[in-house]
C-alpha cells in the first residue's frame, strides 16, 4: 500500500474557524484541466495547498498567479472537485525522505513506495528544489568511472561527477544501454528515474534490464505517462535530491534519467496551462530555464560525486531539435544511439563518431587516447568510402587508408559489439583495440 500523506484536519479547521489561518484558506472559482484557480488564499510560487475536505482531497502546488487569483497545479486527478471548494495553503514546500532505507526500493514522483512500506531506518527530509552546489565548491573530474560497456570505457572515457547525454529515438536500446551500465558500473549506487514511461515497461526494466542485483543498490523513482505533468516534473526533482543525499555523504552515484524530453514536456505542459507564451516548437520559456537548474544539480561535490546520464528522446531522429541542442550544450558530452546499427543488430548501437566526452582526454593514459584516437580515424575513413565499399566501385590498392579501413573496420565493430550480461574489462579491452589497431 502507498503510504498517507498525514495531515491533522481536525487542528487545520479549528485553527481555521478561530480564524488563526484565515489568510490561508480560499476556494475554488475555475479548474481547466488540471490548473486550478483560486481566491482568497496567500501563498507563494512552489508551496503546496491542499484542496477539498473529507475523502475528495487534493495536493496541488503553487505555479502562478494573476492578481488576487492563485493558479495551481494539481498533483492528481481532480475528480470530486468542484467550484466552490475550500482550498487551504498548508504553508511548506514539497520534500522526500532520504536515506539508506530507500536502496532497493520503487519510488513514486513524490517519493512514496509504490508497493509495501519502506524497511526502518534513519530518514531525514529534503527538500525537492535545492540550488546547484557552488562552482567554487566542485571538486574537478578526475578519477575514471568504469561503465563496464566497452564502447563507452574505450572512446567516450567517463569520470565520476561526469554528466552525459545520451540521444536516441525511440527502439534504439537506451533502456537495455541503461540496464547494462547500472549493473556494470563501479558506482557506490545507483538513482534511476523513470519519467514518463510506459506502464508497461517499468515491471521490464526492474527485472529484465536492472535485475535483482543492480535492484540491490538502486533507488528507482517513477512517474508513467498517464500521470499528472506535476508529478513527472517532481519525479525528476525526488530522483535528485535522492542522489544529494548520498552525494553529501561522500558516496560516488550514479544518476540515470530516462527521459529528460519528457520531463521538458511536462514543464511545457504547466507552462502552456498557465499561460506562457509558446517558443521553439511549442517549448515555453520556463523550460528552456528549468533544464540548466535541474542538470546543473548533478556532478561533483565536495568528498562525494553524482556522476549522471540522462537520456534525451530525439523527435524523428533529429539530433538538432530544441531539447536535444539545449542539453548538449549544458552537459560533459554527448552519446548518441544509431538507428542505422541497431538495425544491423548492433548493440549496443553507439554511434562513435557522433559521440564525444569532453573529458576524455584528460581521463585517459597517452596510450589510451592514442589508440582510441587511430581507431575513430580509421571508422571515419570506412564511413565516407562505405557507399563505393558496399558497390564493389572502390578498386583495392587504391589507397592505403582505404585498404586499411576495409580490414580493420569489421574488427573494431566486432570489437565494441557486446552482449546485456557481459561486462567490460578494460586492460583486457584496451589489448583488443591495440592489437586491432597496430596489426
Not at 508497493?115 to 540550488?131: F, K, M, N, V, Y
Not at 506535476?230 to 553529501?248: S, V, W
Not at 582526454?361 to 571515419?380: F, G, P, Q, V, Y
Request: aromatic share 6%.
Amino acid at each position: 500500500m502507498m503510504t498517507e500523506f498525514t495531515f491533522d484536519y481536525t487542528t487545520a479547521l479549528s485553527k481555521v474557524r478561530s480564524g488563526t489561518w484565515r489568510r490561508y484558506v480560499g476556494k475554488v472559482t475555475k479548474v481547466v484541466g488540471l490548473t486550478v484557480e483560486v481566491s482568497g488564499v496567500r501563498a507563494s510560487i512552489g508551496e503546496l495547498c491542499l484542496i477539498g475536505e473529507g475523502r475528495q482531497q487534493v495536493r496541488a502546488e503553487v505555479v502562478g498567479f494573476n492578481g488576487d487569483r492563485l493558479h495551481l497545479f494539481a498533483l492528481a486527478p481532480l475528480e470530486g472537485i468542484s467550484a466552490g471548494s475550500k482550498v487551504f495553503a498548508l504553508r511548506r514546500r514539497l520534500s522526500v525522505k532520504v536515506g539508506y532505507s530507500l536502496l532497493g526500493q520503487v519510488l513514486d514522483g513524490l517519493g512514496r513506495p509504490l508497493s509495501g512500506e519502506l524497511p526502518p531506518g534513519p530518514t531525514r527530509d529534503c527538500a525537492l528544489d535545492q540550488a546547484p552546489p557552488s562552482p567554487m565548491e566542485r571538486d574537478r573530474v578526475s578519477e575514471t568511472l568504469a561503465t563496464g560497456i566497452k564502447a563507452l570505457d574505450l572512446f567516450l572515457t567517463m569520470g565520476h561527477g561526469q554528466r552525459l547525454g545520451i540521444f536516441a529515438g525511440s527502439g534504439v536500446g537506451k533502456s537495455t544501454l541503461l540496464g547494462m551500465i547500472a549493473r556494470g558500473s563501479s558506482a557506490d549506487f545507483n538513482v534511476i528515474a523513470l519519467v514518463g514511461e510506459r506502464g508497461r515497461e517499468v515491471r521490464d526494466f526492474l527485472e529484465r534490464d536492472l535485475g535483482e542485483e543492480g535492484l540491490k543498490r538502486s533507488v528507482v523513482v517513477v512517474a508513467t505517462s498517464d500521470q499528472p505533468a506535476l508529478m513527472r516534473i517532481k519525479a525528476a526533482l525526488t530522483a535528485t535530491a535522492i542522489a544529494e543525499y548520498f552525494r553529501d555523504q561522500g558516496k560516488s552515484v550514479l544518476l540515470l534519467m530516462d527521459s529528460v524530453t519528457r520531463f521538458a514536456m511536462a514543464q511545457r505542459e504547466v507552462g502552456l496551462a498557465v499561460g506562457e507564451p509558446p517558443t521553439t516548437r511549442g517549448y515555453t520559456p520556463s523550460v528552456f530555464a528549468t533544464l540548466p537548474k535541474l542538470l546543473e544539480r548533478s556532478g561533483n561535490g565536495r568528498g562525494g560525486s553524482i556522476t549522471a546520464l540522462y537520456t534525451v528522446l530525439v523527435e524523428g531522429d533529429d539530433m538538432n531539435e530544441p531539447i536535444a541542442d539545449a542539453v548538449r550544450g549544458i552537459l560533459d558530452g554527448h552519446v548518441v544511439l544509431s538507428r542505422r546499427l541497431a538495425e544491423r543488430n548492433h548493440y549496443p548501437s553507439i554511434d562513435i563518431l557522433q559521440s564525444v566526452s569532453r573529458l576524455a582526454s584528460e581521463l585517459c593514459r597517452k596510450e589510451h587516447t592514442a589508440l582510441s584516437a587511430r581507431a575513430r580515424s580509421i571508422m571515419a575513413t570506412y564511413r565516407q568510402n562505405e557507399d563505393l565499399i558496399s558497390i564493389g566501385a572502390y578498386v583495392k590498392g587504391s589507397n592505403p587508408g582505404i585498404d586499411e579501413a576495409i580490414l580493420k573496420y569489421p574488427l573494431l565493430m566486432e570489437l565494441l559489439a557486446q552482449n546485456t550480461d557481459e561486462r567490460c574489462n578494460l586492460t583486457g579491452a584496451l589489448e583488443q583495440l591495440k592489437n586491432i589497431v597496430t596489426r
